[in-house]
């Protein structure tokens, strides 16, 4: 039995529209196909403004490098179980991650230890949405508009989840989406940032783009700035340190399309994990996720105590790994990033702060994600749990 992390993501219909797209146009870099997708993203999240990008990573490093064009320095919250950018994010911006554990029902931060750790010096609080998990919270959402401090959502592995029935990436100033392949949609590869502030909107729009002006949308803005520096070319006016981080037509034809299908695929796959929960040995299983609002698109598997053995482990793996059932160990981010080399070349890491995320380690050691796909049928999770149950 093969169960790969993923299965015909890019269609023979995702095939077939771009197919027709190249043959009928001479225009290939970020176009109109680029704005109808943004626009058509912005429609479907809930926000006013979306900026198609390269990849989730590069929609991370400019979520942060707008916060560095407001702040100088000082601390961003953020949480171990990441992807490697939500954190060299926040170092290449110059700001200090405060990292804080986990909640097992979310795998996102734990709320009430996020608020305790708030202080002067924090800008933002970067909340990750793990594997179709929300991870938000009234109190949050709540003290961040008290306190000024920016909301930065990484809905990268959760598009279409939701909060009190809005969708995740419309609460916080700032929201970054990955359509890796692997994805609940995909361009293959590619991102979004999205915004319901004009403000932070032209200045992403500016920095995807080198920092130059004439990526801004504002005319009077644009006028204004033109004014100000009349000896310098207005279509060469750099204005912020900038990327080219702009993505193809090809890539938002590709998303366009799959747009049309992705509230179908995920109501299948939330059915999917729904069974999957259903049938998996609880004894030997952690299944008690908090549900609401879930969009899953990989299914989660984390040892219970009596089974966080290194010997249960290997057997776990030697088993799927000789079954064909693909699968990570430390769930989709590889697993605490305070325990990743590249870290430490960053921060001071010593055996007190690496042994504080208790949960996070659990995770690390003894969680795992494999995929769930909108084709998978009944008959084949119910293979894959009996596997899973029968090992000992
Ligand atoms: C939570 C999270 N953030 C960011 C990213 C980065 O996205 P990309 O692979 O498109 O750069 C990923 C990648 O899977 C992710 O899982």
Redesign the pocket.
């Known amino acids: 039995m093969i169960h790969r992390l993923m299965n015909n993501n890019i269609t023979s219909k995702d095939r077939d529209v771009l197919v027709k797209f190249i043959q009928n146009t001479d225009y290939f870099t970020n176009g109109k196909k680029v704005k109808e997708f943004e626009e058509k993203w912005s429609t479907w999240v809930g926000t006013k403004y979306s900026v198609f990008v390269n ?6 490093l400019l979520s942060l490098s707008y916060v560095k064009s407001i702040y100088e320095d000082g601390e961003i919250i953020v949480s171990p179980l ?2 490697v ?2 954190v060299t994010s926040i170092l290449y911006n110059g700001f200090k991650p405060r990292f804080i554990d986990i909640n097992l029902k979310t795998l996102s931060m734990d709320i009430d230890k996020v608020i305790n750790s708030i202080n002067k010096k924090t800008r933002a609080i970067l909340i ?1 949405h ?1 594997l179709g998990f929300n991870g938000l919270k009234k109190e949050l959402i709540d003290i961040c508009k008290k306190k000024k401090i920016l909301l930065i959502e ?1 809905v ?2 959760s598009h279409g989840a939701t909060y009190k029935g809005k969708k995740l990436g419309s609460f916080g100033n700032l929201s ?1 989406f ?3 392949y ?2 609940h949609l995909s361009t293959i ?3 979004m940032v999205c915004t319901n502030d004009r403000k932070i909107y032209e200045k992403i729009r500016i920095m995807r783009g080198h920092g130059m002006l004439r990526e801004s949308t504002d005319t009077n803005y644009k006028k204004k700035i033109c004014k100000k520096y009349p000896k310098l070319n207005e279509k060469f006016i750099f204005i912020e340190p900038g990327y080219n981080f702009r993505s193809t037509e090809l890539n938002a034809v590709i998303g366009i399309n799959q747009l049309k299908r992705l509230n179908f695929n995920n109501k299948l796959r939330n059915k999917n994990h729904e069974y999957f929960l259903k049938n998996l040995d609880k004894k030997k299983y952690f299944t008690d996720f908090d549900l609401e609002g879930s969009s899953n698109y990989a299914f989660v598997i984390i040892f219970n105590k009596n089974y966080r053995k290194i010997s249960f482990r290997k057997k776990f793996e030697r088993i799927l790994f000789k079954l064909g059932i693909e699968f990570r160990r430390g769930t ?2 590889g697993g605490n990033q305070l325990r990743q080399p590249y870290l430490k070349k960053h921060i001071k890491i010593n055996k007190l702060n690496i042994n504080n995320f208790p949960k996070t380690d659990i995770i690390h050691n003894y969680g795992y994600y494999i995929g769930n796909y909108p084709n998978l049928s009944k008959s084949k999770i119910l293979k894959i749990c009996n596997i899973l149950n029968n090992i000992n």
Do not use: K, P, Q, R
């Open positions: 990849s989730g990573s590069s929609a991370n990441n992807w950018s939500d990750t793990i990484d990268c592995e970054n990955s359509f890796y692997a994805h590869e590619g991102g989709s981010g």
